[in-house]
């Protein structure tokens, strides 16, 4: 381990950062001991309130009730806080770079734009019968008007939950019919590389799936594309805003309301409709984007996650968007038209903070220093990265390849789930470690348990749970609070279970060591291995699927798919081509399975039970791991497996 690698506060971080090392121990402190207190200050402090709260916390993690509310009786609006307010002092502030696929396209939308674009979308969802409470589907390419989508939702109260364009119309369907929403946002098509993504075609097949649900679609013309036209129930939004008034008052909106909902993957089931409410989420994204990336007036920020996802969500913008920021929004992939596109859009605006995941980083550095170097990014100041465990080596040419050795790295350890940061450094107080997600936040009580729940002390390795709970955390599953409860409350009572495992070394240092759950993370994206296991089995010719992750040089993990074919049908390389292409169109592209092994048999327990552990070790090439093979109702498929994984 390199854990005898640390880098130091820099003198010129110590001086320039917001919070140092004594005022972080102080303000943890106060953070754990008097949470009131605190997050009561800085709910104050942060958000404009139509009306003021009286209480703060008002949570319990059971064991038996379990509920999460914070500032419970205050009321305000988070178009309010991220958009009106700033109009007296930053109205002609740039609140959003846009940059296109196409490199000779980008724009810049001042706070003052921002307002009248979204006053008036939030107008045209009123006008088509939208109301406080009621949920908007958005499933858009990464291009202004998915912004002001979201924020003309929250400005009218109503709940948005954004499908992530890469996601298929099966997908997308399943989501709609989970929230019931009767009206989507689109556009005709994305651009991603050069190529074209045809949402609004896959919205017209998903409709079908689920019809009766959806009655009108705006959408977005943005590469003018031929597409399908349902008269009556599909509406240009560039004609509809012509009708509507520029002015739209916000709505008072309780601190407890839903803000949106966001379907991720879990071990089991359908994707979960993750909810998050109003005020507290608003507060933690605010909070944790000023600390984490120091966040200075007149600061370019970059987050180059897409808004589908929940890095997009809190930190390209309602975090930075809070905190009156300038925050970039990319269109397009890091290696178009150019490998070193990330690199030219830095020295185009004059990034001054960056944040990406490590499956990027690993896939910049296998084309080499050179890409990079022929850039500036003299304009960087500091450097994130999200979304899975980053392996020292990545972290170290991010450092010095990147960052020129001047850039700190927050490693930002969090969830869906979560809203914000977790476990993560801040730059003027903490010594970095390669691979080590460092120290809570403000109000964050990690523990490292064992399997039967007992806390750790000291250095440990074990499942990482939170004691606590903290003001951006979700509230409960959509439309399922029970569901909510058996997840995250039932394995470790009175505690929040994260699905990671993690270790604690001597500093107190946290390094996340990966799901400890049947989830895996492809190139930073969740996913459950029963969603593709479910995708596979519903291929006529498949009997049963068995889906594991394994260690993939780029992606992080990769997806192995152990497949038994229904008697009859015959294994073959043209069969193999065909279930992954079905995964793809069942799924999406980012659930491709990247090894398909065809099975006779899986080994099971004499109770039909799958051991995983088994097929995971297989897939990793781990022969002589296997562990006890004993109790399988059948230990002559594991010679089988080995035997077939060898051929591949
Ligand atoms: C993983 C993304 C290690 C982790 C914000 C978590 C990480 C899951 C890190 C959540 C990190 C995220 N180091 N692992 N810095 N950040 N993860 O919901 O397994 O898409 O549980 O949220 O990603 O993924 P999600």
Redesign the pocket.
Known sequence: MSESLVYPVSGEWAHRAFIDADKYQALYKRSINDPDGFWGDEARRRLDWIKPFTKVKNTSFGPGDVHIKWFEDGVTNIALNCIDRHLDKRGDQVAIIWEGDDPSRSLKITYRQLHERVSRFANVLKAHGIEKGDTVTIYMPMIPEAAYAMLACARIGAIHSVVFGGFSPDSLAGRIKDCGSKLLITSDEGLRGGKRVPLKANVDTALEKVPFIVNKVIVVKHTGGDIHWEKGRDFWLHEEIENVSPDCPVTPVGAEDPLFILY?SGSTGTPKGVVHTTAGYLLYAAMTHQYVFDYHDGDIYWCTADVG???GHSYILYGPLCNGATTLMFEGVPTYPTISRFWDVVDKHKVNTFYTAPTAIRSLMGAGEEPVKKTSRASLRLLG??????NPEAWEWYYKVVGDSRCPIM???????TGGHLITPLPGVTPLKPGS?TKPFFGIKPEIVDGSGVVQEGPAEGILVIADSWPGQMRTVFGDHDRFIQTYFASFPGKYF???GARRDADGDYW?T??VDDVI?VSG??MGTAEVESALVAHERVAEAAVVGFPHDIKGQGIFAYVTLINGHEPSDKLRKDLVAWVRQEIGPIASPDIVQFAPGLPKTRSGKIMRRILRKIAENEFQALGDTSTLADPAVVEDLIRERKKL
């Not at 490693?411 to 789930?417: G, H, I």
């Open positions: 991720t996802w929940v890095t990265t999200v979304g899975e465990p980053i490693d930002t350890w969090w969830q869906t789930e997600a994260s699905g990671d996340i990966g799901r993370n994206h969740r």
